[in-house]
């Protein structure tokens, strides 16, 4: 069973491009989550989602940033206008389902610079 | 709201000797807790959790926690270090709301092996 996947690695962007991050959830989970490590930092949470629906985007930025988790295909996290401050490690999880019992499982991470 | 707070942004210590990292936790209600660990560059990879059951949990890698809720404390322990432990490791509670996990992390814990 393939771990939750996570591309690209690493993403390099000019200021004022888009930035496409891409998330393939663990097989049968349902449930993804996106979560921003700054340099130093702990994650924070940005984003939870299920097929189709936005759960709960409380950690999202009002501007720029969009999540999606289509019928098929991976979640995408979409930053638009990029600037210097997002430079970050963007991590997904996916779990089973939701409640505290089910943990999640992480990927690799998208390194995300911009120059 | 949920938090949790890792007393030491490094501890450093030898080959063979015990290791301890500190977290403490605010919850309005039982928490769920978690400490996972990440290597250089690396996803994140769950080292062990408590969900509300035995309060000393044990964990992959000789680690384990013990939950004590009299002190809101969730530390965690190692008896003998191994130079492959050295990592940052990072204590996260769980935000139980409306049904879905939204983890919480801590600012991490650097953890240094000296031969």
């Known amino acids: 069973n393939a771990g939750v996947m996570q591309n690209p690695r690493h993403l390099v962007r000019r200021r004022g491009q888009e930035a496409r991050l891409r998330c393939s959830p663990m097989?049968?989970?349902?449930?993804v989550y996106w979560y921003r490590q700054l340099p130093e930092e702990g994650l924070k949470f940005m984003v939870y989602?299920?097929?189709?629906?936005?759960?709960?985007e409380s950690g999202m930025p009002k501007e720029r940033f969009s999540a999606e988790f289509p019928k098929e295909g991976p979640s995408i996290l979409r930053i638009q206008q990029v600037v210097r401050g997002d430079s970050a490690a963007y991590f997904c999880?996916?779990?089973?389902?939701?409640?505290?019992?089910?943990?999640?499982?992480f990927g690799p991470g998208t390194r995300l610079t911009v120059t | 709201a949920q938090s949790v707070t890792q007393l030491d942004s490094h501890v450093s210590v030898s080959e063979g000797t015990p290791v301890l990292l500190r977290c403490n936790y605010s919850?309005?209600?039982?928490?769920?807790l978690f400490w996972y660990v990440q290597h250089p560059n690396k996803g994140l990879q769950l080292l062990l959790k408590?969900?509300?059951?035995?309060?000393l949990v044990k964990g992959i890698n000789g680690f384990e926690a013990e939950f004590k809720k009299s002190e809101t404390s969730f530390h965690l322990t190692k008896p003998s270090a191994h130079m492959s432990d050295a990592a940052e490791y990072f204590c996260?509670?769980?935000?139980?709301?409306?049904?879905?996990?939204?983890?919480?992390f801590g600012t991490g814990t650097r953890l240094l092996v000296s031969p």
């Open positions: 999880a996916s779990s089973p389902t939701s409640g505290n019992s089910y943990e999640q499982y």
């Open positions: 097989k049968g989970h349902s449930h």
């Open positions: 989602l299920q097929k189709e629906n936005i759960i709960d």
């Open positions: 919850s309005s209600y039982s928490p769920s």
């Open positions: 408590y969900t509300s059951a035995a309060t």
């Open positions: 996260v509670v769980s935000a139980d709301r409306e049904g879905f996990q939204k983890l919480v």
